[in-house]
């Protein structure tokens, strides 16, 4: 029996009764992600802790604990919270396309004095939120298609619109893929779905040629053909395909990847460190890695499966494409199958951003799990 089931309702709501509904389990699994990342940041820096492993390992340390506060949450305030977060996160969007920060010809930062902070991060939780709760309120045949659409469509679209223009491609994409797995997995008409992947065919194409930046049509044209230009737009994706090919099956040993050693590889801290993983580990150690990324999304699936919520449901399952999305887009990319777009590997990358989207992301979901069995209503009875 569960400790929900063994206590009394008035009981469920202790600190100490939730933390026994926590997945400890799936907490240990993160850390072994977050551990590994650490091994190989210490590994490229040259057997040191600075300047990655030690800042990579002290975040995730601080943002697990986010997490695990976050999980004690009652999830009434989650729902309570979802518009409002999302608002904040389209306000800060507008804010940077006003008077954001430019670096390396991108304007995606705030400076707030003491840090500097990337709204999108923030967009990628609020538009999990905000589409979980406005399809908690209606019903399965208006999800299907009706005039309804309009609202997630336009909830997505926005933001999407709003970090492409600054640009960030790679963020827009994880924004605009998530929005539309919830909208897919909260009942729509296949049909629709089907009509959909058809104007994408066309649409997609089109956007390339006539709505891109012309280094993100070079990133993509580049992508299919690296060895045009191995020196140049070609190097990223020629450097990591050599390192991955030359770890074979056990790789060259740990520390000793001459491509990350040797700083043939770029950006190996970050965008490209499973590249490193691969010529110090090899392929088994590639598989081992990518095991625990599927254990992780297997048991945050399984989390959005036993929530009795919709909003629970839709919220821990859009946390997890997130996550799966971040796994598959930068593993295509370290590879060559899909175009450099600048989306690290989660918890593996250094990078504190990404990891406060991710752990706060699994905050929401252990959430989810430890109020598995309540009912969120968007009546009366909701925390509003």
């Not at 930046?213 to 690296?226: A, C, E, S």
């Not at 990350?260 to 590639?286: H, M, R, V, W, Y």
């Not at 999304?297 to 971040?326: N, P, Q």
Request: glycine residues 10%.
């Amino acid at each position: 029996m569960t400790v929900s089931a063994l206590t009394r309702p008035g009981e469920r709501d202790r600190p100490v009764v939730k933390l026994g509904e926590i997945d400890w389990v799936f907490c240990l699994f993160l850390s072994l992600i977050a551990g590994a990342g650490g091994l190989m940041l210490f590994s490229i820096a040259g057997s040191s802790f600075t300047p990655w492993a030690a800042p990579h390992l002290a975040r995730f340390g601080l943002f697990f604990v986010v997490m695990i506060v976050l999980a004690l949450v009652d999830l009434r305030v989650w729902f309570a919270m979802a518009y409002p977060i999302y608002a904040v996160g389209l306000l800060l969007l507008v804010a940077v396309d006003l008077v954001g920060d430019i670096s390396m010809g991108a304007q995606r930062w705030l400076d707030l004095g003491v840090v500097r902070l990337q709204p999108s991060e923030i967009m990628k939780v609020g538009i999990v939120l905000a589409l979980a709760r406005f399809y908690h309120g209606i019903s399965s045949e208006a999800a299907r298609f009706s005039w309804w659409l309009a609202i997630p469509a336009a909830l997505i679209l926005v933001p999407v619109m709003l970090v492409a223009k600054q640009p960030d491609l790679g963020t827009a994409m994880l924004i605009l893929l998530t929005g539309v797995a919830i909208v897919v997995l909260a009942g729509l008409s296949w049909k629709v779905i089907a009509a959909g992947i058809g104007g994408a065919i066309v649409a997609i194409p089109l956007a390339v040629m006539f709505v891109l930046h012309d280094y993100q049509r070079q990133r993509i044209l580049t992508f299919m053909n690296p060895e045009s230009d191995p020196s140049g737009s070609g190097y990223h994706i020629m450097q990591s395909m050599i390192a991955l090919g030359s770890g074979g099956l056990f790789g060259k040993g740990y520390g000793l990847g001459s491509q990350s050693q040797l700083n043939f590889l770029p950006e190996k801290q970050t965008d490209f460190i499973f590249a490193t993983l691969a010529e110090e580990f090899g392929f088994l150690g590639c598989v081992a890695v990518l095991a625990l990324y599927a254990a992780v999304i297997f048991m945050a699936l399984r989390t959005a499966y036993v929530a009795h919520s919709h909003f629970g449901r839709l919220a821990a399952a859009g946390v997890t494409v997130t996550f799966a999305l971040y796994v598959l887009i930068n593993g295509a990319m370290v590879m060559g199958m899909a175009p450099v777009v600048g989306v690290p590997m989660p918890l593996l990358s250094y990078g504190g951003t990404v990891m406060m989207t991710v752990m706060i992301g699994f905050g929401l979901m252990l959430c989810v799990r430890v109020n598995r069995y309540s009912e969120v209503t968007s009546g009366k009875g909701a925390l509003l």
